[in-house]
């Protein structure tokens, strides 16, 4: 299954939008971003925090 991460949910004017499946690999591109586009350098952790803020549980989030 997979979930739409807005930029913009996350306080930034951006329209960037990921759609997948919530893997790490989904939580290192949000990271990825956030540091390209906004020179926001946060970690994995502090991205993944970001997400079960949200309401996604840390079991759902794969490997
Ligand atoms: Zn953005």
């Known amino acids: 299954m997979s979930i739409k991460i807005r930029c913009n949910d996350y ?18 591109k949000l990271r990825d971003h956030f540091e390209e586009e906004h020179g926001l350098d946060y970690t994995i952790e502090a991205v993944t925090q970001m997400i079960t803020n949200r309401g996604h549980s840390l079991e759902s989030i794969k490997k």
Not at 12 to 27: A, K, R, S
């Open 11 to 28: 306080g930034y004017e951006c329209d960037h939008v990921l759609d997948e499946e919530l893997t790490m690999g989904l939580i290192g």
